[in-house]
């Protein structure tokens, strides 16, 4: 299980910020309203670019799902989200679907008591 944490103002590249299955890599930005953004490499070619809705400004932590290319949010102001990636699309999912581990990476990152 591969974590990428960011949250709290700074942006942070995970060291090893890989999907298990099929090895792209997630990079995170922010755009002009303080809001994260993630693209998907693979290779050396963005694949995709998600715009989370999550601020910067709160606590917030995103992992790859051990199953499959799915990418996993969990923010303090916006809760929960997955999103399904491959060479061709992207597809957010049901983020009910991935709620413990969404909540997992959270209180990995700042502990249960957050």
């Not at 709290?8 to 809001?35: M, R, T, W, Y």
């Not at 983020?95 to 909540?103: M, N, Q, S």
Request: hydrophobic share 40%; glycine share 10%.
């Amino acid at each position: 299980m591969l974590i990428f944490l960011v949250g709290c103002g700074d942006i942070e590249q995970s060291l090893v910020p890989e999907s298990a299955a099929s090895g792209f890599v997630v990079k995170s930005a922010v755009d002009d309203n303080g809001i994260l953004v993630l693209s998907i490499i693979g290779g050396s070619k963005v694949l995709h670019t998600i715009n989370t809705e999550a601020s910067i400004y709160q606590k917030f932590a995103v992992g790859w799902h051990n199953v499959g290319d799915v990418l996993v949010l969990y923010s303090s102001d916006t809760g929960g989200k997955a999103w399904s990636v491959n060479r061709g699309e992207k597809t957010e999912l049901d983020p009910l679907t991935y709620k413990k581990y969404a909540i997992w990476l959270y209180e990995n990152k700042y502990g249960k008591n957050t």
